[in-house]
């Protein structure tokens, strides 16, 4: 059974960094590129990053470019995200999710990440 | 980038059936999405991905009520049988040029 299991969120002050982090099992972590999408409050989902298999290609939309970094470990079946310079409005759910032929064919349930003061 | 656009909310009634649309924008109808359903306070879960052609591939467990089927732009969810568990939102998705994007959601209520 395929399990995306998301950790790290919680409570920063704008300006802050965190990490979350998400441990993949049941299916052949190397082999899929892996994603963060995060869902603010009341609000839909909104893709943040992606990165392939192998760590060749990495993409970011325009709302985190620069401060935000992906990563994963195959070794570890891990994924990574990095979040630096944090503003109000990254507060949201982050999920992790796997992507086969290019679409998100599993999720996470989520790890809530909060900007406040 | 495409755009995908779904009506913000759509209503039946229990054992009725209804369908959901996502419109690709002008000179992306060709493109394979997926659709989501997010229940209230719970994740996402993917449901199945459908091509142009209305040929569609669902996930795992997903009941035989969900079929997708497509028409030009347009890419269709049919639910049948509507259940009370059926109420949620629901996504479509695709990718291009280095991007995933997402439709704003369709709230289904389950009358």
């Known amino acids: 059974e395929v399990q995306l299991v998301e950790s790290g969120g919680g409570l920063v002050k704008p300006g802050g960094s965190l990490r979350l982090s998400c441990a993949a099992s049941?299916?052949?972590?190397?082999?899929?590129?892996m994603n963060w999408v995060r869902q603010a409050p009341g609000k839909g989902l909104e893709w943040v990053s992606s990165?392939?298999?192998?760590?060749?290609?990495?993409y970011y939309a325009d709302s985190v470019k620069g401060r935000f970094t992906i990563s994963r470990d195959n070794a570890k079946n891990s994924l990574y995200l990095q979040m630096n310079s944090l503003r109000a409005e990254d507060t949201a759910v982050y999920y992790c999710?796997?992507?086969?032929?290019?679409?998100?064919?599993?999720w996470g349930q989520g790890t809530l990440v909060t900007v406040s003061s | 980038q495409p755009v995908l656009t779904q009506s913000s909310s759509a209503s039946a009634s229990l054992g009725s059936s209804v369908k959901l649309t996502c419109t690709l924008s002008?000179?992306?109808?060709?493109?394979?999405i997926a659709w989501h359903q997010q229940q209230p306070g719970k994740a996402p879960r993917y449901l199945m991905k459908?091509?142009?052609?209305?040929?569609?591939n669902k996930g795992s467990g997903v009941p035989d009520r969900f079929s997708g089927s497509s028409s030009g732009a347009d890419r269709y969810l049919t639910i049948s049988n509507l259940q009370s568990e059926d109420e949620a939102d629901y996504y479509c998705?695709?990718?291009?040029?280095?991007?995933?994007?997402f439709g704003g959601g369709t709230k289904l209520t389950v009358l």
């Open positions: 999710a796997r992507a086969a032929a290019y679409l998100i064919d599993y």
């Open positions: 049941g299916f052949t972590f190397s082999s899929y590129s």
């Open positions: 990165i392939s298999s192998s760590s060749s290609y990495i």
């Open positions: 002008s000179g992306h109808s060709s493109y394979i």
């Open positions: 459908l091509e142009g052609s209305g040929s569609y």
């Open positions: 998705e695709t990718w291009d040029s280095n991007t995933r994007v």
